[in-house]
Every structure is written in structure tokens, then in C-alpha cells.
């Protein structure tokens, strides 16, 4: 994409000499004649640069550069100026201005510094932006939450974050693991680096395998070119495996390796190369129940749970609901500007705060841009609530206990299985839920 230059000159054909001379080397440039006409021409970022005489009846070009810097200050403003105004060419670089030229001058020199000055300010732009973009996705401060359990959550990720150790991620689908993940590497010092995530569910166990460690050419069928694995994208910065508790246990004592010896061997391949990657993982099983069952390295636990952070579902910290609310609403908004909804009402909102939340924030999500979407007028009724929001609770007992009367023994084993499901598979938190200890809890899910 070409540059945008406007050339100011009193002297027409100076203008349109150089703005001819500039479209030749690649630029798109505007000659104008008119220093007062010029004032409305860069009053928004149309123009990627000014090129401005200093001495000009109307509008001089001091007035120009100021006005151009309170419109786009990184705009870059070059100045030209006979030898005799020198002195108010610095007092114009004290402004701001990029730089000065002394007439006559080469095009070349222009060309020079016209090009060094939209370099520098591409530069700093992209940085910007990517800066914004990155505390936008990622930062903990757009992590949600003023409740106790969230603001733990917050406390034991400010004190990790910049530790370079694996963290374990344990929470039910849906509470925010994912951005968890990324506020730790965004407050951390990898942050400039990649941040890669991989579902471990989500593919099977070949493909993972070649997705994380890579392939050469022919290892397998289908393999046709040399590929790095995620391992090698995230050098330098972090990897999240989401839902490693999936993780076949050939893969495992692979994954394992890499954590013990920073080292990563392609499929395929006869030499291992040295990375550098935080590892995040994430998962909504208990691994130590898999353990025990023979589905989960024990080894491989021990080098992913340096720290573990417990991510609290959404119904025990209803507080954070009006405040999920209120985010995903003008975000909705947004995104659907055409819609009606301004708020949520008071009925409807209680019946927000009242519901279990399954899926968690990632339900709620849903449910507001559902809400947003239909919504009939500012204030969404209660009665425009999804039905599975408004139905009432089923009554009786779990479905564990129908048919008929079991051996009591039997009751506490799908009692404490129901309530471990609703604790999200957290024995700690379930066994202080029932009032008893550990050792009890694995007793009843044993059934002995």
C-alpha cells in the first residue's frame, strides 16, 4: 500500500514538481498550493505525511505542523526553508516537526527522509497495536471477577506469573481456563513471545503427536514437507495443552520427556532440538483419579502441578454473575447494533442470578447474546428467558437414585459420585462440602 504525502508550497509548480518526483519513487502524492485549503485536507489520518513550506502568506508552516500533530500526532511533518529562515526551521523540529530541508534541495534527500520517518512511525504503530491487542486478549485485568474465590485466583496468578514453572489449570468446561492461561503468559516474561494453545481432545492420538512434536518429510503417509510441532512455535513463550487429562499415555511419557529435558524430537526425525516453553495445562478431570486408574502418569503430574489453580464454577460465586452480565451485554451490543435491548430487568436478572450455570461463564455468555438478539424492547423480561433458565427445578431425588430402594451402601457411593460431579470433580471441595474427610469421600466412592 503506497504512502499518502501532501506537498503544501505557495508556488504551484514547487508543489507539483515534487509531488511528481514522489509518485515516481512510489508515493501517492497531493500538491497544494493553498496553506489555508491544506488545513482541512489533514484534519483526520488520510495523509501518512505533511511536506510543508516554512514561509507562506496564509497559513505558515508552523501553524500547519501544529495543526497536523493536534489531528495524528505521530504524523511526520518536513519542512522546507530558504537558508535565511534556518532559525525558525529548529524552532519547528522543538515542535516536532521530523526534519527540515534548506532550498534547493535533492529529491533524493526528501525521498530519504520521508521514508526513514514512515518507517519509524509503521513501526511504533504496529508495536501499539499489538501491545493493545495483546492486554485486550490476554491481560488480567480483563479477567472478570471481584469475588473471594476469583480474587485468590488473581493473587496466586500475580505471584506465579512471572515464575518460570508449569502450571496445572483444574475447572469445570467453561469457567475460564483458557483466559486464565493467557493472563498468566501476558503477565509473565515470555509475553513478547508466542502464546499457542492445543485442544489435547480434540484430535487423535497420530495427529497430536505430529501437531506437538512435529514431522519430517515421510515419516508417515501424507507427510510431505518437514513441519515444527507447537513445541517449536511456542519457543520462547508458553503452551497451553488444554484438557491434558485426554492425553493418550504413549504421548504422555513423550510429553514428559520434553518437560525433563527441554528437548523435542520430531516424529521421524534422528536428532532432538533444544526448546524453551512454559507449559499450561488444562483440564476438568481429577488427574489423580485417573492416576488410579491407570490413565495418567503419575511422574507426568507431578512435573504439570508445580502449581495448581482451582477455577471455582460459576454458581459458587453468583456475586460475579451482574458483572459477566453487564460485559457480555455491551459486547453483544456491539456485535448486534441493530438490536432493541438495553438492559437486563430486575425479574430477569434474579432468575439469572438463581440458575445453576452448567456451562458456566461460557453458558452465560451465550444466554446474554441469545437475549440481546430476541430481546423485544430496552428492558428483557423474565419472560424471555431461555426455557432451560426459567424451567423449574426437577423435584425429587438425583437421577442416581431412581428405582426403587437401594443398600445404603449403595446410596453413599452414587450420593458422594452425584456430589463429586457437582463440585466439578474436586474431592477436596466435595468432602468439605459433605462434612467429612478424605479418606472417608474415597471410602464412599469405593463403596466399601
Excluded at 505521530?74 to 522546507?80: A, F, G, K
Excluded at 537558508?83 to 526551521?89: E, L, R, V
Excluded at 485468590?152 to 467453561?174: Q, S, Y
Amino acid at each position: 500500500m503506497k504512502h499518502r504525502v501532501l506537498i503544501v508550497d505557495d508556488k504551484l509548480e514547487m508543489a507539483e514538481m515534487l509531488a511528481d518526483g514522489l509518485s515516481e519513487r512510489g508515493f501517492d502524492a497531493v500538491a497544494q498550493s493553498s496553506s489555508r485549503e491544506a488545513l482541512a485536507l489533514f484534519s483526520d489520518d488520510s495523509f501518512d505525511a505533511l511536506v510543508t513550506d516554512l514561509r507562506m502568506p496564509e497559513v505558515d508552516g508552523l501553524a500547519l505542523l501544529a495543526a497536523s500533530r493536534k489531528a495524528v500526532p505521530d504524523r511526520p511533518v518536513i519542512l522546507m526553508t530558504a537558508y535565511s529562515a534556518i532559525d525558525s526551521a529548529v524552532e519547528a523540529i522543538r515542535q516536532g516537526a521530523h526534519h527540515y530541508l534548506t532550498k534547493p534541495f535533492k529529491l533524493d534527500e526528501l525521498v530519504l527522509f520521508l521514508e526513514r520517518a514512515l518507517d519509524e512511525i509503521d513501526v511504533r504503530r504496529e508495536a501499539k497495536h499489538l501491545r493493545a491487542a495483546l492486554e485486550q486478549r490476554s491481560s488480567l485485568a480483563n479477567v472478570l471477577g471481584k469475588s473471594k474465590a476469583m480474587l485468590d485466583v488473581f493473587d496466586v496468578v500475580e505471584r506465579i506469573a512471572p515464575a518460570d514453572v508449569a502450571v496445572l489449570l483444574h475447572g469445570e468446561t467453561g469457567t475460564g481456563k483458557g483466559m486464565i492461561a493467557r493472563a498468566i503468559h501476558a503477565e509473565s516474561r515470555r509475553a513478547a513471545k508466542a502464546f499457542v494453545h492445543v485442544n489435547c481432545a480434540a484430535l487423535p492420538e497420530n495427529l497430536l503427536e505430529s501437531e506437538l512434536f512435529g514431522h519430517v518429510r515421510g515419516a508417515f503417509t501424507g507427510a510431505t514437507n518437514n513441519r515444527d510441532g507447537l513445541f517449536a512455535e511456542a519457543d520462547g513463550g508458553t503452551l497451553l495443552l488444554d484438557e491434558i487429562g485426554e492425553m493418550a499415555p504413549a504421548l504422555q511419557a513423550k510429553l514428559l520427556h520434553v518437560l525433563e529435558s527441554g528437548t523435542v524430537r520430531a516424529v521421524g526425525a534422528s536428532k532432538e532440538r533444544a526448546v524453551d516453553v512454559r507449559v499450561v495445562a488444562a483440564t476438568h478431570r481429577d488427574l489423580r483419579e485417573r492416576v488410579r486408574a491407570g490413565l495418567f502418569r503419575e511422574d507426568l503430574l507431578y512435573r504439570l502441578e508445580v502449581v495448581t489453580i482451582e477455577l471455582p464454577a460459576l454458581r459458587h460465586r453468583r456475586e460475579d454473575i451482574p458483572l459477566y452480565v453487564e460485559h457480555f451485554l455491551a459486547a453483544a451490543k456491539k456485535k448486534h447494533p441493530q438490536s432493541k435491548v438495553v438492559r437486563i430487568g430486575a425479574e430477569a436478572m434474579q432468575r439469572l442470578m438463581d440458575h445453576a450455570w452448567p456451562g458456566n461463564v461460557r453458558e452465560l455468555e451465550h444466554v446474554v447474546e441469545r437475549l440481546v438478539l430476541l430481546g423485544r424492547g430496552a428492558d428483557v423480561s423474565a419472560a424471555e428467558l431461555p426455557a432451560t433458565i426459567t424451567a423449574p427445578a426437577a423435584p425429587g431425588l438425583p437421577a442416581a437414585f431412581e428405582g426403587g430402594v437401594l443398600p445404603i451402601r449403595e446410596v453413599q457411593k452414587r450420593y458422594a459420585a452425584w456430589a463429586l460431579e457437582q463440585m466439578g470433580g474436586h474431592k477436596t471441595r466435595t468432602a468439605e462440602a459433605l462434612g467429612v474427610d478424605g479418606k472417608t469421600l474415597a471410602k464412599w466412592l469405593s463403596g466399601d
